[in-house]
């Protein structure tokens, strides 16, 4: 997650985009590696649910008539949730850049389940199939894709579907052994935030 964050936002402070985040281990990430200005991110911390990344990024963009570039940068969970607004984004020509980090899993589930039941558990329905594939998904609704696996190769993705001038979905293939393993006890990740400090 990391290489996403850091390429999704090296690409944002060249463009004065906004960014609309909400996969938790993506928004944390992302505060980590970027460097935003008041009211050029958006994240609903406590009162939202699942899913909210892309309809947010949508309504941004609207409310600010597609003037700036926008980006999402979102797991592939939460991204599928309301996926259907791809079509809306398409239909009024937002100009948004969806960059999906892929586990082809609930990723925090799995996590879970690892914790509380041990290495090689059943992990019972936090899976799909490895052959989804989001940015064929996006094509569909007539938005840019890009499939992604190296590092090194996200900005540049970022940079064609700018380019494009539709939206663009950048299907991001991570490590989904290290997106449910490598990761911070809970008594450390919530000292990242606002929650960790009451």
């Known amino acids: 997650m990391p290489s996403i964050c850091s390429a999704s936002s ?3 402070s060249r463009r004065r985009a906004t960014t ?17 200005k008041p009211h050029e991110v958006m994240w609903n911390q406590n009162f939202g649910h699942l899913g909210t990344g892309l309809p947010y990024a949508v309504g941004a963009s609207v409310a600010e008539g597609g003037k700036r570039p926008l980006m999402l940068i979102t797991g592939d969970s939460s ?4 996926i259907a607004e791809l079509e809306t984004a398409a239909r009024l020509n937002l100009p948004l850049v969806c ?4 586990d ?3 990723g925090l589930e799995v996590g879970v389940y690892k914790r509380t039941f041990g290495q090689g558990s059943l992990e019972t329905g936090v899976h799909w199939s490895r052959n989804t594939r ?4 996006a094509e569909g609704f007539g938005c840019h894709g890009e499939y992604v696996e190296r590092d090194e190769d996200i900005a540049p993705a970022i940079k ?3 380019a494009s001038g539709k939206p663009g979905v950048i299907h991001v293939a991570v490590d989904p052994k290290a997106n449910s393993e490598e990761m911070p006890s809970y008594d450390e990740f919530r000292t990242w935030y606002a929650e960790g400090t009451q």
Do not use: C, M, N
């Open 10 to 12: 090296a690409s944002l």
């Open 20 to 36: 609309a985040t909400r996969a938790p281990s993506e928004a944390i990430f992302g505060w980590t590696y970027s460097q935003a």
């Open 79 to 82: 991204f599928q949730f309301h």
């Open 99 to 102: 960059v999906v980090g892929v």
């Open 104 to 106: 082809y899993a609930w």
């Open 134 to 137: 989001l940015d064929k998904v």
């Open 160 to 162: 064609r579907a700018y």
